[in-house]
């Protein structure tokens, strides 16, 4: 799918999305949500896919957060969000095989609910990797296919149908995580072997060479 | 692992109305054709049922993916059951109905414990 395909869907899907997951989803997934984070710290932050904006409630005051977005429908709902947190927060309509950032700008780097929908997610996370400080951190709320029957079996025929609307339902991310270079510090599940954080790191550049070896 | 009442209440609730209208519509669909035919046809139009229901309902109350495995499953195993051991269609759509939502009681219960099972810190980089 190309990245204009990815964008008209999400922009499809804008006025609609607070109506299903504004509620229900944010609301179960809250207290998991403010623990993950809580672990946003001083330096500069990457929050990408913003979305509507349904996971800033959620974000520690007084962080400096810069938020991107492939939607600029989707980024209109957020501009409320946006502008009432209590901390520097800016957004822009940015692909994330776009970024224009310079290498090594970030310190750390959050997704929610993101990398079931990039196209080609491990060079998604690649683009993600080289901005990344060498030593920072990359900390990921998603949801992803599942090793057990039969949730695997329904995530699998899901996925055609969902994958036309918004995300594909049975992507390895935490493989992707890896795939992409990153060094996996932690996965804690939320629900069953689907719904987790995954928290990982860029290496340093010695470790990076030694891993590539 | 969820311990909250209103969404443990929910997703029990979800269950068990996914589970006895999926093995109604399966026991009065496909009663008549053969078990080899029903079956597989039964666990689709259960796990159909399921994304129905939790697209127009159930999502916006309780959650996405918790409660979509849960109907889902609930759904395939109900109507798969429904035309196993219901097998005379519109006359027995009640007992295949209860049956249903016994097996939504069951999923209930059996995806609880699992997730109880393997919630929380995992070795790194399985699934």
Redesign the interface.
């Known amino acids: 799918m190309s990245d204009s395909a990815t964008r008209a869907k999400w922009d499809r899907a804008a006025s609609t999305f607070d109506l299903m997951s504004a509620e229900g989803p944010e609301k179960r997934w809250a207290p998991a949500k403010h623990e993950f984070f809580s672990r946003m710290g001083d330096g500069k932050i990457l929050f990408l896919a913003v979305g509507t904006g349904l996971d800033i409630p959620s974000f520690p005051d007084g962080k400096n957060i810069t938020g991107i977005d492939i939607s600029p429908r989707m980024l209109e709902f957020a501009k409320p969000r946006v502008a009432a947190y209590n901390g520097n927060m800016d957004i822009r309509e940015l692909d994330v095989f776009d970024m224009d950032y310079p290498d090594d700008h970030f310190d750390q780097i959050f997704t929610s609910c993101t990398f079931c929908s990039v196209p080609r997610p491990v060079a998604g996370l690649e683009c993600l990797h080289k901005v990344l400080k060498p030593g920072g951190e990359l900390h990921m709320f998603e949801h992803t296919r599942s090793r057990w029957f039969p949730f695997n079996l329904m995530l699998n025929i899901m996925t055609p149908l969902t994958s036309r609307l918004g995300p594909d339902m049975n992507r390895p991310t935490t493989e992707n995580v890896r795939s992409a270079g990153f060094q996996l510090d932690a996965v804690n599940h939320i629900f069953l072997d689907v719904v987790k954080t995954i928290h990982a790191h860029r290496a340093q550049e010695n470790g990076a060479a030694a891993t590539a070896s | 692992m969820?311990q909250r009442i209103y969404?443990l209440l929910g997703d029990l609730t979800a269950n068990i109305s996914t589970g006895a209208l999926a093995a109604a519509v399966c026991a009065w669909l496909l009663s008549d054709l053969p078990m080899w035919l029903s079956m597989p046809v039964s666990m689709l139009i259960g796990?159909a049922i399921g994304?129905v229901l939790l697209?127009a309902l159930?999502?916006?109350?309780?959650?996405?993916?918790?409660?979509m495995?849960q109907t889902?499953?609930t759904g395939?195993f109900a109507g798969m059951l429904a035309v196993m051991y219901v097998p005379h269609g519109g006359s027995e759509l009640w007992r295949a109905a209860m049956m249903g939502s016994h097996v939504g009681i069951v999923v209930f219960v059996l995806?609880w414990l699992?997730?109880a099972a393997?919630?929380?810190?995992?070795t790194?980089?399985?699934?």
């Open positions: 969820e969404f796990m994304m697209y159930f999502l916006r109350l309780f959650g996405a993916m918790e409660p495995l889902m499953t395939m995806i699992l997730n393997i919630s929380g810190p995992q790194m980089g399985r699934e």
